[in-house]
């Protein structure tokens, strides 16, 4: 892991050097920036930058056709691999408003931040702004020798007294209280930066925080009346703080942000036993996944295999159609009544 976090570094600076070059300007020079910004068709739209989907629906319902919306990962890519291109960085360094997760996944974000003057950019880390919770290993559950230890002791955290951010679990906007905090603080910033249209963004976000709300019953409604609360995941599990929010006990191969993807036989085996003892009728897999692991749990218990999305990511066909967080939320909500009963 820290040779890979190094290479990552070295790339960063590469891209940073290149970025400078294609841009045709210096990242420290706020002049050159809105110059740049004046030339575009599009200069009276405020500029939002995020690194992946969640922020990325969240910001385009508040803003709606005010704002002009980049997401840096691409449609179907996977986002803990995702290195910044030269063309990304100054999509950031031309923003208006950026918006990152934070932790280990996006340390290079840091290295950009520093690149050049970005006292006029308003920038939102989504884990800086909500409780985070550290990763949780559960019995079963395949880690890193490396970084992580048997027994971790898991505990809300105070943002203030966190010491490094990727020692905790990334995947906040799972929890739909969460996605509500994300999404004022959007509206916030966009106020800040366009107070001519601040009607326009507070009716916005009113009105989503009340479709999250909406959604937030809905699951509510459906643990509540659930013949069991136990599911399982044949898969990564980015969904802690989900389950924590709906008070759901589970079982996963891995945890959210682990780099594996063959789990032992001995894993495997657990997992199979779980949904034999418990009579559990299925098995979660994630978006984007090969479905292998629970494939094969699937045919060794009869479990169904049913999509679970983290939200992380969409496919090229999904982000076109325009589908939003609240469409895959209410997909989730299905897969979780069959899951629970």
């Not at 280990?104 to 840091?110: I, K």
């Not at 992380?312 to 999904?318: C, I, L, P, R, Y």
Request: charged residues 25%; contains cysteine; negative net charge.
């Amino acid at each position: 892991m820290l040779m890979k976090k190094r290479i990552a570094a070295m790339l960063l600076a590469a891209a940073v050097v290149v970025g400078c070059v294609f841009s045709g300007c210096n990242f420290g020079n706020d002049k050159n920036n809105k110059d740049q910004k004046a030339t575009n068709d599009t200069a009276d739209k405020l500029s939002i930058v995020t690194t992946i989907f969640p922020q990325y629906d969240f910001a385009r319902q508040v803003a709606g056709d005010k704002a002009d919306i980049t997401m840096l990962l691409g449609p179907g890519e996977e986002s803990h691999t995702y290195e910044p291109t030269p063309q990304d960085i100054i999509e950031i360094q031309n923003a208006d408003i950026f918006i990152y997760v934070g932790g280990e996944s996006e340390t290079w974000v840091d290295g950009i931040l520093d690149s050049f003057d970005s006292s006029n950019l308003e920038v939102i880390n989504m884990m800086n702004i909500v409780d985070v919770v550290e990763e949780e290993i559960v019995e079963g559950m395949e880690h890193d020798e490396e970084e992580h230890e048997e027994n971790i002791v898991v505990e809300t955290v105070d943002t203030a007294d966190r010491a490094e951010e990727g020692e905790y679990d990334e995947h906040v906007w799972t929890s739909i209280d969460n996605a509500q905090i994300i999404t004022q603080a959007i509206a916030d910033a966009l106020c800040e930066k366009d107070e001519v249209n601040t009607a326009y963004y507070r009716g916005n976000c009113e009105k989503y925080l009340a479709e999250l709300s909406n959604l937030k019953k809905e699951f509510n409604r459906i643990v509540k009346n659930a013949q069991r609360k136990t599911v399982v995941f044949g898969d990564r599990f980015p969904m802690r703080y989900f389950t924590d929010e709906f008070g759901l006990e589970y079982y996963a191969a891995f945890p959210g942000c682990s780099e594996q993807s063959e789990p032992s036989a001995g894993t495997v085996a657990f997992l199979i036993e779980k949904i034999k003892e418990e009579n559990i009728p299925a098995v979660f897999y994630l978006e984007l996944s090969n479905q292998k692991i629970a494939k094969t749990i699937s045919e060794s218990t009869g479990a169904k295999t049913l999509l679970f999305n983290s939200c992380h990511n969409v496919t090229m066909e999904q982000f076109l159609d325009g589908v939003t967080y609240i469409d895959l939320m209410n997909e989730n909500a299905k897969a979780l009544q069959k899951a629970l009963n």
